[in-house]
């Protein structure tokens, strides 16, 4: 073949395209076409090559070749109705209505009795009158909104504020937005702005979210005549409120996206060397965030939802760059000092130069530590170190109580994140005894600093050692001290709960004396279910308890106290979600869900013994029927609609750590099939699938995890509403990893297999996320239970005509997978298999004819099929035998000649009513065997 083609000359080369052309084989037939053309001197030559390729780019939908085909065969032969009817369509599909119906009409006045383009002419007509309506009427209510929004004589409200929010939904649709844009302009949306009425400000700031949204060319205007300025004052405004804070945030971040991101529109022609740059506009964004971190007018709102844009967007990698470019420009401006500077006064609120709000320095924590592990290398890390051990220093220097407590409160804030760096500074000579010093001072709020300090200190074996040695005296002293007010005792309480459970979960390793963690629950659970106790008392009990739940007892205890259960839950729909690790940890802790390590083998134990090392004890009540009903009890409690409130907390502020243990708890509440329901009723579906895109990798399996069980025994479009089942299929492709366990890969199946179910577009989903070589793959896996599972999914894929038209196109092994299956031993596998088959082989002749193909048992694994005791699958292996015999004379002759027949005549003669539609089928296959002479007729055929 490849002499021919190579000697071949541009009237063979186009006879051999369109012999692919009709086996639609398109991809062949262009590579002969375009060398036929590269062959061919004479424009007559030319001219049928150039449609010939239009058609083939049309068949591939790349209807931006066929456009430039198609002109290219016109331009040599202008009257030439096929290359004008193929740019018809070619257009058509860009959009180009205009343009297109400009060419039908041609067509019809070359070929006006032509009915086929009379209809496409009619069809391209009505298509751009619709369009027209809609453009003129949707320019309309954009004209009759701004007139009402800028009329000065106009002193209705109600009807403004109407008219503002009719914009922002206007500005949702991509007509809508590109009207408004056109005829307001960013100018009159600025002076939206700057109304005195918040909520025209709010509609203003929304409309040009809707504009921004995945546009660039509309993000940049906006950015520059706007002003980003203008955009971070409504942000941090202190006459504005909450919601117009978090609209003006969502403005900015779309504002990002668009400029670091790829359009939504796709703009035809675009050339990749033509790509814009706008790492000056993002700079000046970067400038703007920074300066606002440390400007005493930003509100409290603003200022947070400044650090979570921070934190979003500046750890970014940067494929061009390198990973720390926009890190270490932010260093080099002063913001991580600037975050530093708002963090050291998270310890007192009231005395903050800065408005804050209760969550500023665990939001700071979370930006410092997305930055530092953003950073390049070691050396970085290590100029950070520096530089922040550095401040601490100089705070301290400054010998004063203020000063002192300021560092402290950037020690605590850096042990809750990035923790290398807080570890290092809680090396400094001397800060672990001031430390545990200051919790003696006389001021309340040194106290407070302190306690708080030495509680995030002690998460390391050896400082919770030197706490114990040094500070437990002291933290029990201010616990029972009267004078000490209830703000110190609570963190005194958290403190010695911290130390309490230094152990762990091993029983034998105990830091404090029998019965003390049960004490000091009950302590907390004091403070967690009086409500006369402010919410800030509430939250530490409950990270106290966060804490002691590692011992069992305390587990117990907590779930046989519905006041308990009912005051933890209360505190995770409140803003403040510094409640989240406490909250959180505690379900962790009581439904065991936390890292185990390796389990723990009765030869390891003798061998530990042997040499003399520890051998962790686990409690009695940590063993699995204990945990079930623990699980069943927080679930019945209300834990599924807590944790989805926590999951809804801003997503820059969640740290991958908390994305985990959601994850882990969330895919605990769903384990029990029985909780499912609940699950979905309060939303889960809605939260689990951003934790399953985003974290660490075992949050999104245990995530991807969670959605499989939902998606299992739920309805997927009620548990996952909208397009959220379609999202669904991305999360299940995590599952698909060889380091998954084997319950995850079968889990993963069986969700897809009721994907798959639903309709042809969560099969296209499916094909999209490249998942067909996956299921191909746990086809042949070992374990019988995921084989099965995969060869259903597969069963349901087939009766995708896209996954057919790939199946008979071959370059893969699931055909043959699948005629080997009709011999498993596992009757649902087989059912599965020979129902792929099934349908494969009723919708293409290709299919049929490359059955035998496959491998040379194929009439062995038939003959089974057909005889299978289970009437199902031998009804679908007789529709395959029919099928094949009626595509393919080749395998009807060796049918014909195999023990298949006597299977055929067998089931034509049955009389069991069950297996009636076997009769019908073995009847018609033994008619075409006879109609192509291969068998004689016989008496139960008449």
């Known amino acids: 073949m490849a002499n021919d083609i190579s000697t071949s000359g541009p009237a063979e080369l186009k006879e051999m395209?369109?012999?692919?052309?009709?086996?639609?084989?398109?991809?062949?037939?262009?590579?002969?076409?375009?060398?036929?053309?590269?062959?061919?001197?004479?424009?007559?030559?030319?001219?049928?090559?150039?449609?010939?390729?239009?058609?083939?780019h049309l068949?591939?939908?790349?209807?931006?070749?066929?456009?430039?085909?198609?002109?290219?065969?016109?331009?040599?032969?202008?009257?030439?109705?096929?290359?004008?009817?193929?740019?018809?369509?070619?257009?058509?599909?860009?959009?180009?209505?205009?343009?297109?119906?400009?060419?039908?009409?041609r067509l019809v006045q070359m070929e006006p009795k032509n009915k086929m383009f009379v209809s496409v002419c009619g069809n391209l007509r009505t298509l751009m009158e619709v369009k027209m309506f809609e453009e003129r009427s949707t320019e309309n209510r954009v004209n009759q909104m701004f007139k009402i929004l800028f009329d000065s004589s106009l002193e209705d409200e109600d009807k403004k504020k109407k008219a503002a929010e009719n914009l922002v939904f206007l500005s949702r649709d991509e007509a809508g937005a590109e009207r408004i844009f056109r005829e307001g302009g960013p100018s009159a949306l600025a002076e939206l702005t700057d109304s005195k009425s918040n909520d025209v400000k709010l509609a203003g700031i929304r409309t040009m979210s809707g504009l921004c949204n995945g546009h660039q060319a509309r993000s940049l205007v906006i950015l520059r005549e706007v002003g980003i300025e203008r955009i971070c004052h409504c942000m941090g405004s202190l006459n504005g409120n909450d919601e117009l804070s978090t609209a003006a945030m969502h403005l900015l971040q779309s504002i990002i996206d668009a400029l670091q991101g790829e359009d939504k529109i796709e703009h035809r022609g675009k050339e990749n060397a033509l790509r814009a740059d706008f790492a000056k506009d993002l700079l000046s964004v970067m400038i703007m965030l920074q300066k606002m971190l440390t400007n005493i007018e930003v509100s409290a709102e603003g200022r947070d939802n400044c650090i979570s844009l921070i934190a979003k967007n500046i750890p970014r990698r940067e494929q061009t760059y390198g990973s720390d470019v926009r890190t270490l420009k932010f260093l080099d401006i002063g913001g991580v000092d600037a975050i530093m500077n708002v963090a050291s006064y998270g310890y007192n609120l009231k005395i903050s130069p800065f408005r804050m709000t209760e969550n500023t320095r665990l939001n700071c924590s979370v930006a410092l530590s997305k930055l530092y592990d953003d950073l390049g290398g070691d050396r970085a890390r290590e100029t950070w170190n520096d530089k922040t051990i550095e401040y601490v220093r100089s705070l301290f220097g400054e010998s004063n109580m203020t000063a002192s407590m300021r560092a402290l409160s950037i020690i605590t804030c850096l042990l809750q994140g990035p923790h290398d760096c807080g570890h290092k500074v809680l090396g400094i000579k001397g800060v672990m005894e001031t430390m545990v010093a200051m919790?003696?001072?006389?001021?309340?709020?040194?106290q407070v600093a302190a306690v708080e300090a030495v509680i995030s200190s002690s998460s390391k074996k050896n400082r919770a050692l030197f706490v114990i040695e040094n500070g437990v005296t002291l933290l029990k002293q201010l616990y029972k001290e009267p004078k000490s007010s209830d703000a110190v005792r609570v963190r005194a309480l958290v403190g010695l709960c911290k130390l309490g459970s230094s152990h762990g979960t091993d029983v034998s390793m105990k830091s404090f004396a029998d019965g003390s963690t049960v004490k000091l629950a009950k302590q907390c659970k004091k403070f967690l279910t009086n409500p006369a106790k402010d919410f800030d008392l509430r939250k530490w009990s409950a990270e106290g308890l966060s804490f002691l739940t590692l011992d069992a007892d305390v587990k117990e205890m907590i779930c046989e106290d519905p006041d308990a259960l009912k005051a933890l839950f209360e505190l995770s729909r409140t803003k403040d979600k510094t409640v989240m690790y406490g909250v959180v940890s505690c379900l962790v802790n009581i439904t065991n869900t936390y890292d185990k390590g390796e389990e723990v083998t009765p030869e390891m134990i003798e061998l530990a013994k042997y040499a003399k090392h520890h051998i962790p004890e686990e409690h009695e009540k940590d063993k699995r029927e204990f945990v079930v009903k623990r699980v069943d009890k927080l679930v019945e409690a209300g834990m599924i609609p807590a944790l989805v409130a926590l999951a809804n907390t801003d997503a820059a502020i969640l740290t991958d750590t908390s994305k985990e243990l959601l994850c882990r708890v969330f895919h605990a509440g769903v384990e029990n099939e029985a909780n499912r329901g609940a699950a979905v009723a309060a939303g889960a579906g809605r939260v689990l699938l951003p934790l399953a895109k985003e974290g660490t990798t075992k949050g999104k399996r245990l995530a991807a995890q969670a959605i499989a069980k939902l998606i299992i025994t739920q309805n997927p479009v009620i548990a996952f509403p909208g397009q959220r089942s379609l999202e669904c299929v991305k999360a299940l492709k995590e599952l698909m990893h060889p380091e998954c366990a084997g319950i995850q890969n079968f889990e993963a199946f069986m969700a897809l297999t009721n994907l798959s179910a639903i309709d042809e577009t969560h099969r296209r989903r499916i094909v999209h996320a490249k998942m067909t070589y996956d299921i191909e793959t746990?086809?042949?896996?070992?374990?019988?239970?995921?084989?099965?599972?995969?060869?259903?999914?597969?069963?349901?894929?087939?009766?995708?005509?896209?996954?057919?038209?790939?199946?008979?196109?071959g370059g893969h092994d699931r055909l043959k997978i699948l005629v080997l299956l009709l011999a498993e031993d596992d009757e649902q596998t087989r059912l599965a298999a020979a129902g792929a088959l099934g349908i494969l082989t009723s919708n293409k002749e290709e299919i049929c004819k490359k059955i035998k193909d496959q491998t040379k048992a194929w009439i062995d694994n038939l003959s089974m099929t057909c005889l299978s005791e289970n009437i199902e699958v031998a009804v679908r292996g007789c529709v395959i035998v029919h099928n094949v015999v009626a595509a393919c004379k080749k395998s009807a002759e060796q049918i014909?000649?195999?023990?298949?027949?006597?299977?055929?005549?067998?089931h034509s003669k049955s009389e069991d009513e069950n297996k009636k539609k076997l009769k019908e089928i073995a009847l018609k296959a033994l008619k075409q065997l006879e109609n192509d002479k291969f068998i004689q007729s016989t008496e139960n055929e008449k």
């Open 778 to 809: 746990y086809m042949l896996e070992e374990h019988e239970m995921i084989r099965r599972a995969a060869t259903e999914t597969m069963c349901n894929m087939c009766m995708s005509p896209d996954f057919q038209e790939m199946m008979a196109k």
């Open 17 to 56: 395209g369109n012999k692919h052309f009709k086996s639609e084989e398109y991809k062949e037939a262009l590579k002969l076409y375009t060398l036929a053309l590269s062959r061919a001197d004479k424009k007559a030559d030319q001219l049928p090559l150039y449609k010939n390729r239009a058609a083939c």
């Open 59 to 105: 068949k591939t939908k790349d209807y931006q070749e066929a456009l430039k085909d198609s002109t290219s065969a016109l331009n040599i032969c202008p009257s030439d109705t096929k290359a004008l009817f193929r740019r018809v369509q070619a257009l058509e599909n860009l959009g180009q209505l205009n343009a297109a119906y400009v060419d039908a009409r």
């Open 439 to 446: 919790t003696g001072a006389e001021e309340e709020a040194a």
């Open 896 to 906: 014909a000649e195999s023990n298949i027949l006597e299977i055929l005549i067998v």
